[in-house]
C-alpha cells in the first residue's frame, strides 16, 4: 500500500524498505478542459545537487536532451510530447548505490515545452502526480497528487529524494515557478 503524501510531507524511503536499490520515478498530468486548443508537451527533469542545492556541474542536469547521467545513477526513459493516457507519462529510473557522493538531494521538475509561445501554464493541467516504485517488485511505495491550483507557473518542483543520515527519504514539495525550465535551471546552477 503506497503512502499518500500531502505537499510539504517527509517519509523515509530506504529504512522502512530495507534492501531497496532501484526506484521507478512515474509522473503524470492531464490536461483540463480549457486547455486553448494546443498540444501540451510537459516535460520531466531531473536535478542532482550538492548540500548547497546546486548542480555540481551541467552533467548533474538529467531531462529530454540527456537522458542518463553520467554516473548511471539517473535514467530518464523518454519525452512524452503529448501526455496522453492512462498512468505514468515519463519515467526516471533511479539506482540510489550508483548515486555520487556529492549529490545529497534529486530533485524532480516538470516544465512546459514553449508554454510562452503556447500561452499555457499550469493553471491548465490536473491530475498531476508524482509516485516513488519499487524497480524489483513493482510495488508503488509512495504517491504525492499535486492538489494546488498552480494558475500562472510554467515549471513545478515536484518532490525530491535526500540523503538523511545515510538513509534516502522523500520529500513532496509542490512548488511553482514562472519562466520555465530556463528559469529553473538557472536557479539550480545551470549553465542555460
Do not use: C
Not at 523515509?12 to 478542459?33: A, M, R, S, Y
Not at 542532482?48 to 552533467?59: A, F, H, P, R
Request: no cysteine; net charge negative.
Amino acid at each position: 500500500m503506497a503512502i499518500s503524501l500531502k505537499k510539504g510531507q517527509k517519509v523515509d524511503l530506504t529504512k522502512t524498505n530495507p534492501g531497496l536499490k532501484e526506484v521507478l520515478i512515474g509522473l503524470g498530468w492531464d490536461v483540463n478542459k480549457y486547455d486553448g486548443g494546443k498540444d501540451f508537451d510537459l516535460d520531466a527533469s531531473v536535478f542532482l545537487l550538492n548540500g548547497t542545492g546546486k548542480v555540481n556541474s551541467d552533467d548533474d542536469f538529467v531531462f529530454y536532451g540527456n537522458l542518463k547521467h553520467v554516473s548511471g545513477s539517473v535514467e530518464h526513459l523518454g519525452d512524452n510530447l503529448t501526455g496522453a493516457g492512462e498512468g505514468d507519462d515519463e519515467e526516471i529510473k533511479i539506482d540510489l548505490t550508483k548515486v555520487p557522493a556529492n549529490v545529497e538531494k534529486i530533485d524532480f521538475t516538470v516544465t512546459i515545452y514553449e508554454a510562452e509561445e503556447r500561452r499555457q501554464n499550469f493553471g491548465q493541467v490536473e491530475n498531476a502526480f508524482i509516485r516513488v516504485v519499487n524497480s524489483a517488485t513493482g510495488e508503488e511505495l509512495i504517491r504525492y497528487d499535486l492538489g494546488e491550483d498552480f494558475s500562472i507557473e510554467t515549471a513545478v518542483v515536484i518532490g525530491e529524494l535526500y540523503r538523511n543520515k545515510g538513509e534516502w527519504k522523500f520529500n513532496a514539495i509542490g512548488s511553482g515557478f514562472s519562466g520555465g525550465l530556463a528559469s529553473l535551471g538557472k536557479n539550480y546552477g545551470v549553465n542555460v
